[in-house]
């Protein structure tokens, strides 16, 4: 049998996009009346002629929301969708680095003039309802997931799953590995994501984020990158709005207060991560740039660099870790200052942890989202 691009299988098609997701039924709804109050007229004034026309349109839109063939629906539809929460970054020169580094040992300095071609990036950090999506549409299996644990923060661990690990980070003790811990059980195989769909996806590593991104049609910023959209075209300041922890006595971000590791009080609102959307975007419409959920870079990890002027730098050709960006909702300035745009840190690319998430870059938009 034919498809009936037409009639009934673009309706279930639809149909199974607007169940998957209630934020989706909203875009569909307001795509699907302003496509047909658009073609009314058309219909209206020359029935005969605008027939072929009248088709050739509701096909368009099928086809754009299922890409090439319908039965690939899920797989294509989902990356589309991904795409308009994208903003564009204009390119330009900017000061990366600092010569007053907050982690002298991370390799913050010297401040150098890095330029940096336009390009799009995520609003937002990847959540957990963007990352179900890929993984429903490639049977992906994290490394996490692989491996059969990851790294959580003792904080947050129930007293049941505390009792079964007796292993620990010794430079840092409150990192635990956890047994079955995974983007679908942060906190191990007791605890689940179910109320926290729109909140960064976690035990992410590299290797993984890498493939999500790519599958997108997307991929991971590169530091430069990072670092230009996270200061959001303000020269030279610590965090993404200027050198305010507290601008206008409010929170911006989503970091550690009280005493770590013993006691968050969580002034900001959140002891562990925050929806993606919260706080308020910085100049380029970015949220979450720093706090929240640590984000992976494309670049390897190295800690001495030029002070030549450079053009998209791309890091050192090879490594051990690679970079990432932004601190996590555990930073607190006593043992982790890494929520300021010029900090950075490390890890292996098969990492994961209970802090450590991603966003993606593209060169540009594809055609049919322009
Ligand atoms: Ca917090
Ligand atoms: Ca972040």
Not at 11 to 18: A, D, E, G, Q, T
Not at 76 to 86: D, E, G, Q, R
Not at 168 to 182: F, T
Request: hydrophobic share 35%; proline share 6%; net charge negative.
């Amino acid at each position: 049998r034919e498809v009936d691009l037409f009639g009934v299988d673009c309706f279930l098609l639809v149909s199974r996009i607007i169940i998957e997701n209630a934020r989706i039924t909203i875009i569909t709804t307001i795509i699907i009346l302003a496509f047909v109050l658009g073609l009314y007229p058309v219909v209206e004034t020359s029935q005969s002629a605008s027939q072929s026309k009248y088709v050739a349109k509701r096909i368009d839109l099928c086809v754009w929301w299922a890409g090439e063939t319908p039965a690939t629906l899920l797989t294509n539809a989902a990356p589309i969708v991904s795409w308009f929460k994208m903003v564009p970054i204009p390119g330009g020169v900017f000061t990366m680095g600092t010569d007053d580094p907050g982690v002298p040992q991370d390799g913050e300095g010297p401040a150098r003039k890095v330029h940096v071609k336009a390009f799009h990036m995520d609003k937002y950090e990847v959540s957990n309802t963007e990352f179900q999506r890929f993984v429903r549409a490639t049977n992906h299996v994290t490394e996490a997931e692989r491996f059969g644990d990851s790294f959580v923060f003792e904080g947050l661990l129930s007293e049941k799953v505390k009792s079964g690990i007796t292993q620990a980070v010794a430079e840092a003790p409150w990192w635990l590995p956890v047994k079955g811990a995974s983007w679908r059980h942060p906190e191990g195989p007791d605890s689940n994501i179910t109320n926290r769909m729109d909140h960064p996806v976690l035990h992410i590593s590299w290797n993984n984020a890498v493939s999500y991104c790519t599958w997108a049609g997307k991929r991971l910023p590169t530091e430069a990158e990072w670092e230009y959209a996270c200061r959001g075209g303000l020269d030279n300041r610590l965090f993404p709005w200027g050198n305010k922890l507290l601008p206008k006595d409010q929170h911006y971000m989503n970091i550690w207060q009280g005493h770590f590791p013993y006691h968050n009080t969580a002034e900001d609102g959140y002891d562990s991560t925050a929806p993606v959307t919260a706080y308020p975007p910085n100049g380029y419409g970015l949220h979450n740039m720093v706090g929240n959920a640590w984000e992976w870079t494309a670049d390897w990890w190295n800690i001495h660099h030029t002070v030549d002027e450079v053009e998209n730098p791309t890091g050192v050709p090879t490594g051990k870790d690679k970079v990432k960006k932004g601190g996590s909702y555990m930073c607190h300035k006593s043992y982790c200052y890494r929520y300021r745009c010029a900090a950075r840190s490390q890890n292996t690319p098969d990492s994961s942890a209970s802090n450590l998430g991603f966003r993606c870059v593209a060169d540009q938009l594809p055609d049919r989202v322009k």
